[in-house]
T-cell receptor, first 114, second 115 residues
Framework: DVKVTQSSRYLVKRTGEKVFLECVQDMDHENMFWYRQDPGLGLRLIYFSYDVKMKEKGDIPEGYSVSREKKERFSLILESASTNQTSMYLC?????????????FGSGTRLTVV | AQKITQTQPGMFVQEKEAVTLDCTYDTSDPSYGLFWYKQPSSGEMIFLIYQGSYDQQNATEGRYSLNFQKARKSANLVISASQLGDSAMYFCAMREGGTGNQFYFGTGTSLTVIP
């Protein structure tokens, strides 16, 4: 069964810590995405990547960075965690073929910054 | 302008009844795809149904159907014979064909099925 795996379901970190959220997919997908989800705001795109070592800013990149050293792994980095980054983080991947196919999502990471 | 608009923050439906969740979209790209996802309290996003902009017929997947009205730019999800397990958040999303692979999501509708 194809999957997108996020390393943690729940995470609690302290303000100022550097936080790594890991995402791994086994579908050989070119595209990977990081979203955060907040009540009433839906899903907002933080960063995405079309290929290894490539990254593009989404709608809300401030306070975040990403790394894609291998095709299957896309990491989201909170350089210095703040309480307003408490949220649900969703990783997704998709094929780069022209067909308008959908995403496959990971199960999400609920991050709490205290 | 919002690419995807879901105007119903919360909806209630009686078990075994049908319910329609509204979604309107905004794009000038002639090629696009419309998607509905379900998110139960566990958090995982589950793909439900897809409609391509060139598809002539409305998409159906079991109890789910997508009421696609291209001229009105609407893509409403219809759930027939609601079940208690349908209680969840539902997100409408769009992917444009000509501008890359990014999805645009609505703010979601919380559906509660009442026994």
């Amino acid at each position: 069964d194809v999957k997108v795996t996020q390393s943690s379901r729940y995470l609690v970190k302290r303000t100022g810590e550097k936080v790594f959220l890991e995402c791994v997919q086994d579908m050989d997908h070119e595209n990977m995405f990081w979203y955060r989800q907040d009540p009433g705001l839906g899903l907002r795109l933080i960063y995405f990547s079309y290929d290894v070592k490539m990254k593009e800013k989404g709608d809300i990149p401030e306070g975040y960075s990403v790394s894609r050293e291998k095709k299957e792994r896309f990491s989201l980095i909170l350089e210095s965690a703040s309480t307003n980054q408490t949220s649900m983080y969703l990783c997704a991947s998709s094929s780069g073929t022209p067909e308008l196919v959908g995403y496959t999502f990971g199960s999400g990471t609920r991050l709490t910054v205290v | 302008a919002q690419k995807i608009t879901q105007t119903q923050p919360g909806m209630f439906v009686q078990e075994k009844e049908a319910v329609t969740l509204d979604c309107t979209y905004d794009t000038s790209d002639p090629s696009y795809g419309l998607f509905w996802y379900k998110q139960p309290s566990s958090g995982e996003m589950i793909f439900l149904i897809y409609q391509g902009s060139y598809d002539q017929q409305n998409a159906t997947e079991g109890r789910y159907s997508l009421n696609f009205q291209k001229a009105r730019k609407s893509a409403n999800l219809v759930i027939s014979a609601s079940q208690l397990g349908d209680s969840a958040m539902y997100f409408c999303a769009m992917r444009e064909g000509g501008t890359g692979n990014q999805f645009y999501f609505g703010t979601g509708t919380s559906l509660t099925v009442i026994p």
